[in-house]
């Protein structure tokens, strides 16, 4: 059974840093492309990064780029988002996504996958 365990999401000032992280199981996450999606109250879902199995292709939204970054550890079976300068727009439950694709996987329909969100707050 495939689990994806989000966390890392919590309060933050305007201007602050936060690490998501993604647990993942019951996959062969090398063999995967990760992504992360995000939704905010009264809005769909949008893509934010997505990084490719070995890591070496990373894409990102024009909002975050810049101000994201996302890695993974083919080790601990784990994708992170560090996310840098936040702001109140970027506020939004973090999705993780796993795809058995390789490409810039924008949308949510080409993942297999998803976790169930954490939930991060940007106050201004």
Same mark, same amino acid.
């Given at each position: 059974?495939?689990?994806?365990?989000?966390?890392?999401?919590?309060?933050?000032?305007?201007?602050?840093?936060?690490?998501?992280?993604?647990?993942?199981?019951?996959?062969?996450?090398?063999?995967?492309?990760?992504?992360?999606?995000?939704?905010?109250?009264?809005?769909?879902?949008?893509? @934010?990064? %997505?990084?490719?199995?070995?890591? =070496?292709?990373? *894409?990102?939204?024009?909002?975050?780029?810049?101000?994201? +970054?996302? !890695?993974?550890?083919?080790?601990?079976?784990?994708?992170?988002?560090?996310?840098?300068?936040?702001?109140?727009?970027?506020?939004?439950?973090?999705?993780?996504?796993?795809? @058995?694709? %390789?490409?810039?996987?924008?949308? =949510?329909?080409? *993942?297999?996958?998803?976790?169930?969100?954490?939930?991060? +707050?940007? !106050?201004?």
């Amino acid at each position: 059974q495939v689990q994806l365990v989000e966390s890392g999401g919590r309060l933050v000032q305007a201007g602050g840093s936060l690490r998501l992280s993604c647990a993942a199981s019951g996959l062969t996450f090398s063999r995967y492309t990760m992504g992360w999606f995000r939704q905010a109250p009264g809005k769909e879902r949008e893509f @934010v990064a %997505v990084i490719w199995p070995s890591g =070496g292709t990373r *894409y990102y939204a024009d909002t975050v780029k810049g101000r994201f +970054t996302i !890695s993974r550890d083919n080790v601990k079976n784990t994708v992170y988002l560090q996310m840098n300068n936040l702001e109140p727009e970027d506020t939004a439950v973090y999705y993780c996504a796993a795809s @058995v694709r %390789v490409g810039p996987l924008r949308s =949510g329909l080409e *993942y297999d996958y998803w976790g169930q969100g954490t939930q991060v +707050t940007v !106050s201004s």
